[in-house]
């Protein structure tokens, strides 16, 4: 198993930046690929990026595409959203997620992801 916390959430103005993280507990962190979800009030849960064991391949949503970076470091056990550009849109809690299964090929569904945090707040202000 693997526990999940993330930090670095806060609120920030409309063209500022904030950088999340995502701490994992656990031996077999690298054989992980790992995600970052979002969910605004009243809005389902929706993927925002996803990355492979390695970090070699990335995968992000069209909204976030050119403004967001996903990268992991498996030595600290830790995965990373740079988000730039924020816009008042971005406004969720974000969760971040490892997939057990698909640590190759990463995946942009919900339902393919084993282990969750507890979710850490993102407020843009416009």
């Known amino acids: 198993q693997v526990q999940l916390v993330e930090s670095g959430g806060g609120l920030v103005q409309a063209g500022g930046s904030l950088r999340l993280s995502c701490a994992a507990s656990?031996?077999?962190?690298?054989?992980?690929?790992m995600g970052w979800f979002r969910q605004a009030p009243g809005k389902e849960r929706e993927f925002v990026a996803a990355i492979t064991w390695s970090g070699d391949s990335t995968f992000y949503a069209n909204s976030v595409k050119g403004r967001f970076t996903i990268s992991r470091d498996n030595g600290k056990n830790t995965v990373y959203l740079q988000m730039n550009s924020l816009k008042s849109e971005d406004t969720a809690i974000y969760y971040c997620?490892?997939?057990?299964?698909?640590?190759?090929?990463?995946?942009?569904?919900?339902?393919?992801?084993?282990?969750w945090g507890q979710g850490t707040q993102v407020t843009v202000s416009s």
């Open positions: 997620a490892a997939d057990s299964v698909r640590a190759y090929s990463g995946s942009y569904y919900a339902r393919d992801y084993d282990y």
């Open positions: 656990g031996r077999r962190f690298s054989s992980y690929g």
